[in-house]
């Protein structure tokens, strides 16, 4: 699997956009890049996920670099409930090891009133 | 809701009890997981049925029985349990085993004592 690298935490005002950032600058040509949160004391949750075109859904937009070796997590207006645990995973659509999910550290999204 | 629902929401049992958790997915999927996930730890996979057989079970002790018996059910069967066995106890579905896509439960938070 490519590896990812988050910041460990970043702060975003209510209302705001809230970009998340993440490196895999080892990704190879059929990996995807899968984003999931946790909020605290919950399941894992999926957001988004793309392979090298911008994706956008009802959560969220997923914008990947050209070169694919880093991607950016855009929640347009964040609000106190995106407070989470934001992952950033890069693996191939059908997985390893059965759909193993392998999270790293994340990113720790506080959303301030 | 992410269409996977867990019950019960917290167990407290004794290291001599036989208890079960369980998970119903209401997604159509083919594949469920569960997952344990203790304090300070990464996500560990436990086990992984497609169409209702089992097709992986990464080295988890006896004392945790699963049973798929339709592709909508999924159940973990709870014995002799140890105070290192508490934990998060997550169930996910996703629409095919491997898949990196996959929702999950609002978890069972287990305190074995």
């Known amino acids: 699997d490519a590896k990812t690298t988050q910041p460990p935490s970043m702060d975003c005002a209510e209302g705001r956009a809230a970009n998340l950032p993440c490196n895999h600058s080892t990704i190879s040509g059929n990996e995807y890049v899968y984003w999931y949160r946790q909020i605290h004391s919950q399941g894992p949750q999926y957001i988004i996920h793309g392979l090298k075109n911008n994706e956008t859904n009802e959560m ?8 694919r070796k880093s991607s950016t997590l855009i929640l347009p207006h964040a609000t106190l409930r995106d407070t989470a645990v934001y992952y ?18 994340g990113t720790i999204l506080t959303v301030h009133p | 809701e992410t269409g996977v629902t867990q019950t019960p929401r917290h167990l407290v049992m004794g290291m001599t009890n036989k208890k079960s958790l369980k998970c119903e997915q209401h997604l159509g999927h083919n594949a469920m997981y569960w997952y344990k996930q203790s304090a300070k ?3 560990e996979l436990m086990f992984v049925y497609s169409l209702e057989e089992r097709v992986e079970n990464n080295s988890v ?13 999924l159940f973990l069967h709870l014995h002799t349990l140890q105070p290192e066995d508490s934990a998060l106890y997550l169930c996910a579905s996703s629409q095919e085993a491997g898949a990196q896509t996959q929702y999950f439960g609002p978890g069972t938070r287990l305190l074995v004592l």
């Open chain 1, 60 to 67: 969220a937009s997923l914008i990947i670099t050209e070169d």
């Open chain 1, 88 to 105: 950033c995973i890069v693996n191939y659509a059908g997985g390893t090891s059965y759909g193993k999910l392998t999270f790293g550290q």
């Open chain 2, 41 to 43: 730890k990464p996500l």
């Open chain 2, 61 to 73: 002790p006896s004392r945790f029985s699963p049973e798929c018996p339709n592709s909508s059910h």
